[in-house]
């Protein structure tokens, strides 16, 4: 299953009372489907960036919940910081990450755009690809001047009327919001309080002052250092080691060097394999030389392989595999989609209170699913011992009477297997209950496909029980293993009913 992501890096005009940041964050992340993948607070630039990821939905109410609290909280006239801002929720971009256009999130952000001036009375101002004029793309033109400047052209100049909310800037501000691809907010420090060598190399550097073409910059003194502070919007057609070239290059100009540098926030990583096969000069660089792409490449490929292969033995003319280690298949798939579950509940603040069941549940799950797997070349094995008893030789009697209890004794252990798969199925349906009642609703109906699958593991596994024991004569054994299934499916049926109450209740939805 694939889920649309969405990236949201709202920055707020808050980095020095971390309450208040701890507030807005809260916010954002009391929404279902929200993930937190990074924080970053700035005393100096008395700025916050939180980068959060989700569904499109999820994200755009996370985003909407962090501009109402920061508009609570941030009072804009008595804000201070070296950072370029016009509101307490600043800006507010959205980035397609999988299964969403980038006129998907122009939506969104017009969408919150529209509400924030609605129900919060806040100037938004739509920039980057969701800006309705060429002069408001740059996310410069929008800021400048400014919250100060901003609150006098507003009301006077109609260049500056929002695009939504009233022409007018409270204790708020205005906030800008758009649309954009990913990019890379990179500082360099230089070894000098001289911050007017870090304004002329901003000045270099960025593109809107002749410098390079996918790179925002200007000056700042940070912590008692000249700071050139960078957004790189393209690092594909402005690498990340061609900027800090440009910098290394200026700084020898002014008698000055680059102290260290800094990212805010995440960076893609292949940027950082652009910049270390620039560094390293190496020629031909194959992103598979890295150790640890080759490694995931080689898993997910074995992985593929090793399911097709699968596929194709069951496709085969062959008896095995067959029904039995296709049951051990589908409980497979049932632990591991309650693991998925579970591991999109753990970090959820929602769901604090059941992490440590969840982190447990991840751990039975996965054992599971490794037993499962190892049923299923258990069961083929079962099989073929029971065809090679069949071809024991029966000349004579004592040939007729090995053969007979090779055959009983392969059988019986051709029962036991799928047996041991239904007992699994059954542990793996109390997991599944376990991730339906308490596990992230946004995945309640993976946590019901997992009760489907361990329902037919079940079913596929009782078939293969009862034939193995149907060609057996009766015996305190066949009696023992025949009335162990009747017992598993009578437990089966009980959890499967609570487990229907707590998708139904809990994911709002009938499955009658």
């Not at 292949?270 to 190496?282: F, I, P, S, T, V």
């Not at 699994?424 to 596990?439: H, I, K, P, R, S």
């Not at 009782?462 to 004569?473: E, H, P």
Request: hydrophobic residues 40%; neutral net charge; glycine residues 8%.
């Amino acid at each position: 299953m694939s889920h649309p992501l969405v990236e949201c890096i709202p920055n707020f005009s808050e980095g020095r009372r971390m309450e208040v940041v701890d507030a807005i964050v809260a916010s954002i992340t009391s929404v279902e489907g929200v993930v937190l993948l990074d924080r970053t607070s700035d005393a100096d630039h008395n700025r916050s960036v939180v980068t959060i990821v989700g569904s499109p939905e999820a994200v755009e109410q996370g985003a909407f919940l962090g501009i109402a609290k920061a508009a609570e909280l941030i009072n804009m006239p008595k804000h201070k910081g070296e950072h370029p801002r016009m509101g307490a929720a600043d800006v507010v971009p959205f980035v397609p990450i999988s299964g969403v256009k980038m006129s998907d999130c122009v939506a969104i952000a017009k969408r919150l755009g529209q509400r924030v001036g609605d129900e919060l009375g806040i100037p938004v101002y739509l920039y980057e690809e969701a800006a309705t004029s060429d002069s408001r793309r740059n996310l410069a033109n929008v800021r400048r001047g400014e919250y100060e400047g901003i609150k006098k052209e507003i009301v006077a100049l109609e260049s500056r009327k929002p695009d939504f909310g009233p022409a007018k800037l409270g204790s708020a501000g205005a906030v800008a919001i758009g649309a954009r691809q990913p990019l890379i907010a990179y500082n360099v420090f230089l070894n000098t309080e001289d911050v007017s060598i870090a304004k002329k190399i901003a000045s270099t550097v960025r593109h809107s002052s002749g410098g390079l073409r996918y790179v925002k910059g200007a000056g700042f003194l940070v912590d008692g250092k000249a700071q050139v502070s960078m957004n790189l919007t393209n690092f594909k057609k402005t690498p990340v080691a061609l900027v800090v070239e440009t910098i290394r290059r200026e700084t020898q100009r002014y008698g000055v060097s680059i102290e260290k540098s800094e990212l805010i926030g995440l960076i893609p990583q292949d940027a950082l394999e652009d910049a270390a096969a620039w560094y390293l000069q190496l020629d031909d660089f194959d992103r598979q030389q890295v150790l640890e792409r080759r490694m995931q490449s080689s898993q997910d490929e074995g992985e593929r392989q090793e399911v097709g292969g699968f596929l194709s033995a069951l496709a085969s003319a062959s008896p095995a595999p067959g029904g039995g280690s296709a049951s051990a298949q589908a409980g497979a798939m049932a632990a591991a989609l309650v693991a998925m579950v579970a591991r999109l509940t753990v970090g959820n603040k929602k769901y604090a209170e059941v992490e440590p069941q969840m982190a447990a549940l991840i751990e039975k799950a996965d054992n599971f699913r490794a037993a499962f797997s190892s049923a299923v070349s258990r069961d083929a094995n079962a099989f073929e011992a029971v065809m090679a008893a069949f071809k024991m030789p029966k000349g004579s009697e004592k040939e007729k009477s090995a053969r007979q209890k090779s055959i009983q004794s392969a059988t019986l252990e051709a029962a036991r297997v799928p047996l041991e798969v239904a007992q699994m199925a059954l542990d793996c349906l109390f997991l599944a209950e376990q991730a339906a009642e308490f596990g992230n609703t946004n995945a309640i109906s993976d946590a019901g496909t997992a009760a489907a699958l361990a329902q037919a593991c079940l079913q596929g596994a009782g078939l293969n029980v009862r034939i193995n024991l149907a060609s057996l004569k009766p015996s305190k054994e066949t009696q023992k293993l025949g009335d162990h299934l009747k017992t598993i499916e009578k437990q089966f049926a009980l959890h499967q009913s609570l487990i229907q109450k707590h998708i139904e209740s809990r994911g709002g939805f009938s499955l009658s």
